[in-house]
């Protein structure tokens, strides 16, 4: 069951990371400029900060199997319409709605921590999250690959038929899960807000999650723009390629959630967090260097995923019977810091090239480390997570 859930969440959060290898060939399909092409994935993440607010509480409120399934089904209409999208706006519109569409896979990581012990449930959403992690950086090869072969547009038909499948395949092998509350929509939505103003470790792992998925953004925007460019002159197919070379992430995440089972949580959290700001120097390197590109780009994705999975550990830990909306919360902050910093990635790199991006990265990563030494100090600890 737990590689079941590993896989649904690396298919469902894949939907938001096809088209970032494409984005100069969409581009130049649609005849827009790469600060235009890269909006795609602000749409996807801010569709996915939507989704989260509105969609991922009801996992609190509704039988779970029966709502993932039709989440899936929707992801699958709104990639069949990003397929046949004739304009870039309504591409763009597409992608929004697979954004919000596919959060489903927040709703299963909160379903995998309830159907675990106490004693092994780091180590469980550690595991479930190194599926989403390779299913964000299979999507970027796998879109690569096809869209060398065959164009753009087979992208999405893909990803469509895989939702469909994906679906019922799930609906078929979940247990029923009843839900935890019986309160009403509008009271559910207030009850995240009543977390957020009542769990400092919550509200510290809201800013931390914000910084680490921006980091992500502020690398992966851009990146197509350079390897496309000069010196390395890629192809979609290579382009596509390199981000296999995030992985090492994958092996990052069960690690930090065997240290959160054991309370060793901080550890996990400062060394992610400096392991993110040592990354970029690296990547600076790397607008010239192919092993520095790659050595920073294995760095930035292992302190990212560590840093999530620590991040996650320490919230669930805290109300067992609001999961979801913890989840909601700390999900919403840790899309709109992805959002928001890739908007500016795609300005930032026009303006500055990636010397600029490189900047913005460290100084992102700095914000991060500051944030965590000043609320360390007044946030009481979470059981069993720091």
Known sequence: MVVLLAVACGAAVANNYYAQPLLHTIATAFGVSEATAGLLVTAGQAGYAVGLALLVPLGDLLERRRLIARLLVLTAVAQALAAAAPTFAV?????????????????????????????????????????????????????????????????????????????????????????SER??????????????????????????????????????????????????????????????????????????????????GHYATLGAIVILLGSWSLLDLGAHSLAALIAG????????????????????????????????????????????????????YSAAGWNGICALGALTAAAALWFWLATNRRAPAAPNAS
């Not at 992608?95 to 921590?113: C, F, K, N, R, Y």
């Not at 680490?212 to 690398?219: A, K, M, T, V, W």
């Open 91 to 179: 591409l763009a519109s597409a992608l929004a709605l697979v954004g919000v569409t596919s959060v489903v896979a927040q709703i299963i990581v909160p379903m995998a921590a309830s159907l675990a012990t106490d004693s092994e449930r780091g180590q469980v959403v550690g595991k479930v999250m190194s599926g989403l992690i390779i299913g964000i950086l299979l999507a970027r090869t796998v879109s690569g690959l096809i869209a060398s072969v065959a164009g753009w547009r087979p992208v999405y038909v893909m990803a469509a038929a895989a939702m469909l499948l994906l679906a019922a395949v799930l609906y078929r092998a979940l247990p029923e899960v009843e839900p």
């Open 297 to 348: 780009t294995i760095a930035l994705d292992l302190g990212v995923q560590a840093l999530h999975i620590s991040n996650q550990s320490a919230i669930y830990a805290l109300r067992p019977q609001a999961r979801s909306r913890l989840n909601t919360a700390y999900m919403v902050a840790y899309f709109l810091g992805g959002a928001v910093l890739s908007a500016v990635a795609s300005l930032v």
């Open 183 to 264: 309160i009403s929509y509008r009271a559910l939505l207030r009850s995240v807000l009543d977390l957020v103003r009542e769990e400092p470790v919550l509200r510290q792992r809201m800013g931390l999650g914000a910084a680490s998925l921006g980091c992500f953004s502020i690398l992966w925007t851009p990146i197509a723009f350079l390897l496309s460019g000069p010196p390395y002159h890629y192809g979609t197919a290579l382009i596509g390629l390199f981000g296999l070379a995030g992985l090492a992430g994958a092996a990052a995440a069960p690690a930090a959630g065997r240290l959160a089972d054991r309370g060793r």
